[in-house]
T-cell receptor
Framework: DAGVIQSPRHEVTEMGQEVTLRCKPI?????LFWYRQTMMRGLELLIY????????DSGMPEDRFSAKMPNASFSTLKIQPSEPRDSAVYFC?????????????FGEGSRLTVL | GDSVTQMEGPVTLSEEAFLTINCTYT??????LFWYVQYPGEGLQLLLK?????DKGSNKGFEATYRKETTSFHLEKGSVQVSDSAVYFC?????????FGKGTRLHILP
């Protein structure tokens, strides 16, 4: 089975540009999480969805960030306008249904550099 | 709120040395606890887990015991290999969320 697929793997953009990161979760998984990883803050949870519905977006840093999940197999994280402090690795992770112990399956990440 | 604190790295050891990476947590109740590992250029993957007090999780020679008295979940391995070089994250589950520590980078020298 394919794992969590993220694109692009690397993105270099200039300040003020719009950035869209994409994620395809594992088929059958009903939870999807977006994390941001930086040296200073480690791994931060930005937002998560259950059955395509956003459940908690309290980790989204500000209004420049938005996330959608139009269907069970696709999610996007958008930054508009981007700023240099948004430079980080963004991970998408998914989890299967049921009251399991909560293992997350991560994608390989999207490394964003904002100049 | 709930949080995880783990020892700062990097940790540098010689091959076959004994490894301990400390992890303590702050949480109400008894959350499930995890260790995840991140190899260079990859996403995190689950290494081991424990769901209740005194449980021991183990995988690939790594072990960690859920200690509610000390709210700890220290990671240990008796003899590390160069291939164990990675970043290790301690984490806890609170409802639907997994909360991670900042990670500890491990370097193993041949």
């Amino acid at each position: 089975d394919a794992g969590v697929i993220q694109s692009p793997r690397h993105e270099v953009t200039e300040m003020g540009q719009e950035v869209t990161l994409r994620c395809k979760p594992i088929s059958g998984h009903d939870y999807l999480f977006w994390y941001r990883q930086t040296m200073m803050r480690g791994l931060e949870l930005l937002i998560y969805f259950n059955n395509n519905v956003p459940i908690d977006d309290s980790g989204m840093p500000e209004d420049r960030f938005s996330a959608k999940m139009p269907n069970a197999s696709f999610s996007t994280l958008k930054i508009q306008p981007s700023e240099p402090r948004d430079s980080a690795v963004y991970f998408c992770a998914s989890r299967g249904p049921g009251r399991n112990t909560g293992e997350l399956f991560f994608g390989e990440g999207s490394r964003l550099t904002v100049l | 709120g709930d949080s995880v604190t783990q020892m700062e790295g990097p940790v540098t050891l010689s091959e076959e040395a004994f490894l301990t990476i400390n992890c303590t947590y702050t949480a109400t109740g008894y959350p499930s606890l995890f260790w995840y590992v991140q190899y260079p250029g990859e996403g995190l993957q689950l290494l081991l887990k424990a769901t209740k007090a005194d449980d021991k999780g183990s995988n690939k020679g790594f072990e960690a015991t859920y200690r509610k008295e000390t709210t700890s979940f220290h990671l240990e391995k008796g003899s590390v290999q160069v291939s164990d070089s990675a970043v290790y994250f301690c984490a806890l589950r609170r409802d639907d969320k997994i909360i991670f520590g900042k990670g500890t980078r491990l370097h193993i020298l041949p």
